[in-house]
């Protein structure tokens, strides 16, 4: 199928591009997507996809193969601004929201909006990152700590409950169920959340990780695991490292 691909860079002539095969199409402002800056892009259960904006206050659009639709504040999305996108249970989305006037999260069931902040129990408002795992509950990184939606309710989770920082950037659940959590801006590494035991332990340079500031997790088809780094990129085949830097033929350490 299609690969599809966003740019947030601000003022870019094309917000979305398409690669299908060889063939290259672009959509811009104005040809149906409601802006040229976004952050995250997903296509849900049913093949929908949905563009989340960033930096240009026009919230999430939703493009199903031959028509665009916009949702927005005035539609009840919490804020325009969106940092990250998931599927939900039963057919909905969730989307992390970090915008100029409010954050949080937003859930979109059929067309009604959901929202939640810290005056719900999440952690903080500033949210960075979403994931939902194989048991159906959801994770949120935020820059303070980290929340596990279960039912109704928030679990939140700090550097005083063992998260190695809490800046939490990209989730990403393992083959096993365990729960990694990437953070950057302290320099000390990952965390790697045990579900059966709700422990975490941190895994940084001193256990192979090519640089302890980590911006993205993810898995491949192997169960092998790739952190995305300030220094290059690291891969963890079972518990062996394989890090490759520039030296390696890699484009860029960053």
């Given at each position: 199928g299609a690969i599809w691909f966003v740019d947030w860079v601000e003022e870019s002539s094309a917000g979305i591009a398409k690669l299908d095969g060889t063939q290259w199409?672009?959509?811009a402002q104005g040809d149906g997507p409601s802006s040229n800056t976004y952050r995250k892009v997903l296509q849900d259960e049913e093949g929908l996809l949905w563009f989340g904006s960033f930096l240009s206050d026009k919230g999430v659009d939703l493009y199903d193969g031959e028509n665009w639709f916009n949702f927005?504040?005035?539609?009840?999305l919490l804020d325009n601004d969106i940092v990250d996108i998931c599927q939900g249970n039963f057919g909905t989305l969730w989307f992390g929201i970090s915008g100029p006037t409010a954050g949080g999260i937003s859930n979109l069931d059929g067309t009604t909006f959901t929202n939640y902040d810290s005056s719900d129990g999440l952690v903080a408002d500033s949210v960075l990152s979403l994931l939902r795992t194989k048991d159906a509950t959801l994770w949120i990184g935020t820059s303070e700590g980290i929340s596990n939606f279960?039912?109704?309710?928030?679990?939140?989770y700090?550097?005083?409950d063992g998260l190695v920082a809490n800046d939490v950037?990209?989730?990403?659940?393992?083959?096993?169920?365990?729960?990694?959590f990437a953070t950057y801006m302290?320099?000390?590494?990952?965390s790697r959340f045990d579900n059966g035991t709700t422990t975490f332990t941190t895994v940084s340079?001193?256990?192979?990780?090519?640089?302890?500031?980590v911006r993205v997790i993810e898995g491949d088809?192997?169960?092998?695991?790739?952190f995305g780094t300030n220094g290059g990129v690291s891969k963890l085949e079972g518990d062996h490292w394989i890090n490759y830097t520039e030296t390696d033929g890699l484009l860029d350490n960053h």
């Open positions: 199409e672009t959509f927005s504040k005035l539609d009840g279960v039912g109704n309710f928030f679990i939140n700090t550097v005083d950037y990209d989730i990403h659940e393992d083959a096993f169920g365990n729960i990694w302290e320099d000390v590494g990952v340079m001193s256990d192979g990780l090519v640089n302890n500031r088809s192997a169960n092998n695991i790739w």
